[in-house]
């Protein structure tokens, strides 16, 4: 079974994804509210995949996504954008990154589980 870490301040968005996810029996989902929370479950835990919120307090998706990159344990995670900001500069920073997708939200189940399913069948 892989596993899933969804990253994100918004509650609703968390259990969603996690409805989502769950519903297709092949993912162990992880849930955290922020990136300091991201990167300590991810310090600590095997991950296969990153669902990453780019607006949070704290410390945003984008640099907590370097923050991954900058770990010799997770610098080559597979991590994807879930998130509302389409900024050129925000989706410029994910390409730089190596994010392997950017999703909008609100997001639609089927694409949430098709971007998802090609990252992990890689």
């Given at each position: 079974?892989?596993?899933?870490l969804?990253?994100?301040?918004?509650?609703?968005?968390l259990?969603?994804a996690?409805?989502?996810?769950?519903?297709?029996?092949?993912?162990?989902?992880l849930?955290?509210?922020?990136?300091?929370?991201?990167?300590?479950?991810?310090?600590?835990?095997?991950?296969?995949l990153?669902?990453?919120?780019?607006?949070?307090?704290?410390?945003?998706g984008?640099?907590?996504?370097?923050?991954?990159?900058?770990?010799?344990?997770?610098?080559?995670?597979?991590?994807?954008?879930l998130?509302?900001?389409?900024?050129?500069?925000?989706?410029?920073?994910?390409?730089?990154?190596?994010?392997?997708?950017?999703?909008?939200?609100p997001?639609?189940?089927?694409?949430?589980?098709?971007?998802?399913?090609?990252?992990?069948?890689?």
């Amino acid at each position: 079974m892989k596993r899933i870490l969804v990253v994100d301040d918004d509650g609703m968005n968390l259990r969603m994804a996690e409805f989502i996810l769950g519903k297709a029996e092949a993912y162990e989902v992880l849930k955290a509210s922020s990136g300091t929370e991201c990167l300590d479950i991810l310090a600590k835990e095997n991950i296969d995949l990153v669902l990453l919120d780019v607006e949070m307090p704290g410390i945003n998706g984008i640099v907590t996504l370097e923050h991954i990159r900058e770990d010799a344990k997770t610098a080559s995670m597979p991590v994807m954008f879930l998130s509302a900001d389409e900024t050129a500069a925000t989706q410029e920073a994910a390409e730089r990154l190596g994010a392997l997708a950017f999703i909008r939200k609100p997001f639609m189940p089927q694409d949430l589980l098709d971007n998802v399913q090609k990252v992990l069948s890689e």
